[in-house]
């Protein structure tokens, strides 16, 4: 049945902004995705919201180092990577999209793997503030957005999904055929709704944290 998340504390809630990057956001950056840029003024305004209603907000960025050593095979996966063109740590590219910047009280957690979870002290953080609920946003709905809520709801944590506050790419043919960003999108949404999380808007999320 469909998971549901029936209420939202504020200050038992965290929102998670999954690696919204110049690299994967930036116009013409090496892996933008156009939803992600697309979302930026809806997604600003809600974590603005969120932060008014006490939400904590923690932002991820996908990071390697340039000497390669914590790259696993992303390197086999991704060209930009592998050719040192993205997500390099240190660089513009790796920092959080300027229509998103940090605000005082907010933090950034370093990953380098598709969860947020992977080998950082996000799951400290949140524990160490008390939080049970956490909000999923970012970029890619099916990948770090998707992983990040499945490691929340692995370790007991309510998992509220933004439809409307994720994003992600077309998929080319790698031998059993092609998805439009779209297509990719909406497939996520559906699994997640059916395993892992509570699939609402951004409005519908901030509707329930006011009552």
């Known amino acids: 049945m469909p998971y549901q998340c029936e209420t939202i504390d504020p200050k038992a809630t965290a ?3 999954v690696d919204m990057q110049n690299d994967f956001v930036a116009p013409r950056a090496p892996m933008q995705s156009q939803q992600a840029l697309d979302m930026v003024p809806r997604l600003a305004q809600t974590l603005q919201n969120c932060r008014d209603l006490g939400m904590k907000v923690v932002y991820t960025a996908h990071v390697h180092r340039p000497d390669g050593s914590d790259m696993g095979l992303y390197d086999d996966l991704y060209e930009p ?3 040192r ?3 390099i740590d240190g ?3 790796a920092e959080i999209y300027s229509g998103l910047t940090p605000e005082p009280g907010d933090h950034v957690v370093k990953k ?3 969860s947020g979870f992977f080998a950082t002290d996000l799951d400290l953080l949140l ?5 049970t609920t956490v909000v999923i946003a970012g970029t890619t709905t099916e990948n770090c957005c998707h992983a990040t809520a499945r490691d929340a709801m692995f370790r ?3 998992v509220v ?6 994003g992600t790419v077309d998929y080319p043919d790698a031998g059993v055929g092609s998805l439009t960003a779209d297509e990719v999108h909406q497939s996520t949404l559906v699994i997640m709704s059916n395993s892992t999380a509570h699939v609402m808007s951004c409005e519908e999320m901030l509707e329930l944290a006011r009552t």
């Open 156 to 158: 007991n944590y309510k």
């Open 15 to 17: 929102v998670v902004v």
């Open 85 to 87: 063109e993205a997500l």
């Open 91 to 93: 660089t513009p590219g």
């Open 127 to 131: 524990r160490e503030w008390g939080i």
């Open 161 to 166: 999904f933004l439809s409307d506050g994720t």
């Open 81 to 83: 990577i592998a050719k």
């Open 112 to 114: 380098h793997r598709y």
